[in-house]
């Protein structure tokens, strides 16, 4: 079984960079990557990032691409997303969740099962 846990999140102005960290433990040597969602007020959750182990592959959604940036830190155990010039829109609960299927990159909610409690990240305008 893994468990996840995110920190990081905050209040922050439009314009500025914020850095979250997801930390997992239990049987991560049978994980294959993470990723981070964001879910918004009323919204729907949706991907943010996803980095495979296996290779280092990135992959972001079109609203982050260039502006964030996800990175294994600690071997199968950590990952930070730094998000940098943060947009107001883009205030939300930011979710980690652990890749144990394969390493084929996944860009929906029900490819994990493996998830935090979340951390909000609030950006005023």
């Known amino acids: 079984q893994v468990r996840v846990i995110e920190s990081g999140g905050g209040v922050v102005q439009a314009g500025d960079s914020l850095s979250l960290s997801c930390t997992a433990s239990?049987?991560?040597?049978?994980?294959?990557?993470m990723a981070w969602f964001r879910q918004a007020p009323g919204k729907e959750r949706e991907f943010v990032a996803w980095?495979?182990?296996?290779?280092?592959?990135?992959f972001y959604h079109d609203s982050v691409e260039g502006r964030f940036t996800i990175a294994e830190v600690n071997a199968k155990t950590t990952v930070h997303l730094l998000m940098e010039n943060l947009k107001p829109w883009e205030t939300a609960v930011y979710y980690c969740?652990?890749?144990?299927?394969?390493?084929?990159?996944?860009?929906?909610?029900?490819?994990?099962?493996?998830w935090g409690q979340g951390t909000r990240v609030t950006v005023s305008s």
């Open positions: 980095i495979g182990f296996m290779t280092g592959t990135t």
């Open positions: 969740a652990a890749d144990e299927a394969n390493p084929n990159p996944k860009f929906y909610p029900e490819d994990f099962k493996a």
């Open positions: 239990g049987r991560t040597d049978s994980l294959y990557g």
